[in-house]
């Protein structure tokens, strides 16, 4: 089986609309009115500055936080996978935990201490082999750099082989190397027909590898083509807009 063919498989991403979500916690205001559509298989970017509410429309759209308004997926047939990989990962580095026991604690049901099953061993080792980290199974979560450890999170949200994938700033700790392995992924899963919504900083990024952008400031500020999205104007209006005050009369 080739690296390529379990993406193959993986098609028929989902549409996703966001109809006038709101969130608020405690008297701040976090999202107001949030409208927009993600197409079924495209890659879409979302950005905007910190504290803008990006991290918190990828938690209403997990189920992890409650909101008002619609969010619904369209999936073409069965709901399928959703995959998440988050902006970092945050443990102890003084444990012994090597890669692979972080990805069977991630991937497979049984007991991580059991070791990799062999039902997933085969996948792990290839998604593994895919971003470039097959030759540090063995090495300590703790002793790897920063954008190793950001490889081991995309391998994992590779399994099992998802259609939908959810990206919380994924380039931010990678090397040069790994970024061009990120890039590679990308095409992979545009080519697949997997649906991707990705957020991050890097607009140069952004411009070259998304179908669509929003950028988000608590509300939406524009939501556009990359050529049509990131134009100084817009990009000026996106980074120094305070749509409404952080509290609630």
Known sequence: MTAAEPLALARSGPAIDFAQVGLVLGRTLILDDVSFRVASGSVHALVGPNGGG????????LGQMPHRGQLSLQWP????????VPQALEFDRG??????????AMCQRRPAFLGLSRHYAGAIG??????????????????LSG???????LAQGLIPAPQLLILDEPMS??????????????????????TVMWIEHDLEAVKRLADRVTGLNRRVLFDATPAEALTPDRLLTLFSTHPRAGGLA
Not at 126 to 143: I, N, P, S, T, Y
Not at 147 to 153: A, F, N, P, S, Y
């Open 54 to 61: 990006k991290s918190s429309l990828i938690k209403t759209l």
């Open 77 to 84: 047939g069965d709901p399928g996978v959703i995959g998440y």
């Open 95 to 104: 444990l012994p935990m090597t890669v692979d026991d972080f990805m069977a």
């Open 126 to 143: 290839e998604a593994l082999e895919r971003v470039g980290m097959q030759d540090k199974r063995k090495r300590r979560m703790g002793a």
């Open 147 to 153: 954008g190793e450890r950001q490889r081991v999170l």
């Open 173 to 194: 700790a990678l090397d040069e190397a790994g970024i061009q392995v990120f890039e590679r992924l990308l095409l992979d899963w545009q080519q697949a027909g997997i």
